[in-house]
């Protein structure tokens, strides 16, 4: 907070008679009547005129009617009437500031100086509103006859400052490091001054930072790493210039880790799990374990499920590991290892932990090993974890099981008591669309069709899609085919396969032009040309398609792609 | 001030649109005639309706502006072609039969409202250097979404003589003092600086000037001979308060020493001919080279840490649509009160204003308006302050607005009513 800032806080705060009057004048003010406002301030001033409330409130009202010159008078009386008031002596140098010119600036400065010899505040404020001016050197002068009167310590950060804002980054770096090793609760300040520096400065900002012999700099230059997005570089730099005391050390760890966090990358959460890491090891008990817990979490984060898992394993050993935070880090862990492709360990760990786990993190765990066993082929298994679960969830799940199978009616029930509200928009839409798919083909079994979609969710897109081509030559035109086409035509075009795609999409609107999967199939269709540089055939297809199904939901978003495609908006 | 007038209600009276077959005697009442682009907060596109009344004016057809009816609507021909665009833009239109159409002129005949038949699309240029992305401006961006086509001019062409080729001229946010928008010391090693130095140093010697300074004085003193042969000038951001500097500075060194070699005349301020320029008078300088600031004829100051104003919002003027149509054309919107930005110059303070000068949109009771317009010679000028009505903070490297994001802007179309204002059909000036 600025020192005006403090001043007006400060002025709210005082509790007087004029209060009363002023309350006029505010109320006044807040009607808009600002001219009225001014005269009421004025008469109140006359009566104390070196009231501070009051003149703020006089300068606010000249501001809005546009007569700050006839401020001046009044200022002069305050600092008159109380000569001893500093708070009077920064008013009067902004209000010179905002009203003058620099010669006025430099004369008011100068009596505040010789006022109040030992204060920095007008060797501060001179100096910034110097350097905002562009006037970086007259700026510098003033700090450093500033320093060598009232210390180096009290205008170290605003020599730092001018610099940042007059864009000179060596220099601010330079004067920062300076004031963190004075005063290390400036760190924060400091990043916030350096933060905002270019690209091509950052570099030469670290050097500057580390090669200063004060810890602080390093601490800084590790804060500012992170928050240019390079959160393992600024790891490695705090990791070497941790200091000894042990106390300091654990709070610069949590520090470090709190600000990563904010930072939602793999890069952001593996630095967070080593300075968790190493918080743990310079804890004890059930701080070290909570550490160990974190950092745990914070690698499975980042995808690392070794690093989790060496963690938990160092939690497990320790403790009986009852505690809440525990259960939900290998609840984490017990998904990582599920995505991960350790079906098994991950099921023995779930089965080992599950009492432990609250239920809602058993449910997403649950689904997780279902989904692990989906990926492996083993269908059995995966109905296996879900049994005895009658959750909306499981009943999805259950669901895409089934059609893996080929009961194409069983999962046609099972999505529709699943409904449209569980699991996340992207799965919703995913499921929804497939039970429109399955309403279309209306055959209770189609073991071919399951077959195709276990082959996709098994991550052979590229099979997935040649079984789907020979399913859909078996359904009537009507019946599905164009459906399962254009299923097809989309799965190929994820995997950027434009040619395969298009060839696909055309056959599905060959197949059922005027049905109800057309307007996306034709949607689907121009995104691959758009996709392929084609972007003269994507426009012909949104024209047709915007003309001929304008009630299709699908019609705003092929608007946008053929403003896209038209290059009437700029690529995102 | 001069009011310039035009084609009213009973000329429109008199306009017969057509179904289909040229030359078809008017429908019966309830028959369909034309279509109605309703412009009020019932319009699904109001960015793309400009465009499609632009391109139906391109190809021939005939229009009406029908002042504050339903937030400026439009009433178009209905062919064929408008009709297809109607549907691929997205953009609502109403089908208006002759009943409907005598109820539509009865009520703008007895209210604040009139129809301005639109005759001729206008040839638009736009004036920025070749290397410029339609994405750096918000007015060529709008052209772009909108479908309007434009020509882009730059130095040369100007100095050429190119400008009266145009009906309507917009300034890319230039730099009219040639000090590279003031960005020179702030950002140096950008490589995008370094490359708009070159780019103007390299054209200005090119032209056979010493420095970007006295080719742009030159170019700005043409734009003024362009505005006072009749073309229509619209400005947005720096380029208005630095057109103006530019002109009242004829002749004055007011560049600093980084950009002509010279520093800034230190009697400048008291050098300047306001009688050269068009919108302002009396500014005061920014002597500082590092602040991105040009004079104090911008109310917000953006780039001047201890001036620098908050955003507001600022209301449009409500002109009687029957005695003032230009400036009712340019506020012709479906909001009355829009949120502010910033640009380079965001305002501008009241008392830089010359006398006569149409303040079109304000702040209420601050000392700055937002948008205002004016005559000169036989021609007309508009200035709107800030950058990017959807981008209120912009700044240098931000990504580009997507307008389709953003189809019923009411910042941009006040720029698109300053597109299509020169279209109106013009009859003798009165006083």
Known sequence: MSGRELLAVGCWIVTSVTAVHAQEALQLERAGRFDAAARAYRAELRNEPANLSLLMGLERMLQRVGRMDSLRPYVRRAVEADPG??????????????????????????????????????????????????????AQAVLATGRTRTGDAALAQYSAQAFALSGQWREAAQGWGVAVAEDRSLVSVAVGSLRRAPEEQRNAIVGVLVADAESAGRWLAADLLADWGRPEQAWTLLDSALPADVGVAIALLR?????????RTPAAARARGYAYERLAALETGPAADRARVAAARAFADAGDVVAARRLLSQVGIDTSSMSPPTAAAMATFIQLLADAGQVAEAEERYRAWQSRITPSDGAVVREALAWGWVRRGELGRAEQVLVGDSTVGTQAVMGWVALYRGALGEARARFRA?????????????RSGMLVLLERIRAERLPQFGEALLAVARGDTTDGVGQLRVVADALPPQG???????????????????PAAESLLLAALAADPEGPGAPGAEYALA?????????????????????????????????????????????? | MKRRTFVGAMGALVFTRTSGKAGASPAAAGAVQGLLVPMDERQTNHLKAYGMTFRSLKRGGRGEWLLNYRGGSFLLSGDATVRREAALDGVLVEEIGASRELDLRGAIASSNMDAIPLEKAPKVAVYAPPTAAPWDDAVTMALEYAGIDYDKI????????????????????????GQFSKFYLTSSAAPWLREMVQLHTRTARTLGFEDPAALKQAVARAIRRYVDSGGFLFAMCTATETLELALAAEGVDIAAQYSDGSPMDPDAEDRLQWGRSLAFRDARLEPSPAIASFSDIDGHQVNHPSRRQQL???????????????????????????????????????????PGVTVLAEETGAPWVKYIHGEFGHGTWTFLG?????????????????????PNSPGYRLILNNVLFPAAKKRELKT
């Open chain 1, 527 to 572: 995104k691959v040309l758009v996709a392929s540089g084609s972007n003269a055939g994507a426009i012909r297809r949104l024209e047709h398609l915007i003309l001929s199904y304008p009630e299709s939901a699908v019609v705003p978003q092929a608007r946008r792609l053929l403003d896209r495609a038209r290059g009437m908006v700029p690529k995102s």
């Open chain 1, 255 to 263: 520090h470090f880790a709190d600000h990563v966090a904010r930072v």
């Open chain 2, 312 to 354: 507001g919002a600022f209301t449009l003027f409500n002109f009687s649509a029957k005695i003032d149509p230009v400036p009712s054309m340019l506020v012709q919107c479906h909001r009355e009160v829009i949120p502010d930005f910033y640009g380079l110059t965001t305002s501008f303070l009241r008392d830089r204003l010359k």
């Open chain 1, 418 to 430: 699943a409904g449209p509200y569980v699991h996340a928009r992207e799965e919703v839409t995913r």
């Open chain 2, 386 to 406: 800030g950058h990017d009505p959807e981008d209120p903070q912009h700044q240098i490297g931000d990504p580009a607005t997507d307008l389709s994001l953003y």
């Open chain 2, 154 to 177: 730059w130095d040369p062409e100007v100095l050429a003589g190119r400008l009266p080729d145009y009906e309507w001229l917009h300034l890319h946010h230039e730099d009219f003092t």
């Open chain 1, 480 to 498: 599905g085919r164009a459906d399962v086409l254009g299923l097809a035509g989309e799965l190929a075009a994820r995997q950027s396969d434009f």
């Open chain 1, 85 to 138: 008031s500093e708070a009077l002596r920064e008013f009067e140098f902004h209000a010179t500031a905002a009203l003058d010119g620099a010669d006025s600036v430099a004369a008011v400065a100068a009596r505040w100086m010789v006022a109040f010899p030992r204060s920095a505040s007008p060797y501060r404020e001179w100096a910034l509103w110097l350097a905002r001016r562009g006037d970086t050197g007259a």
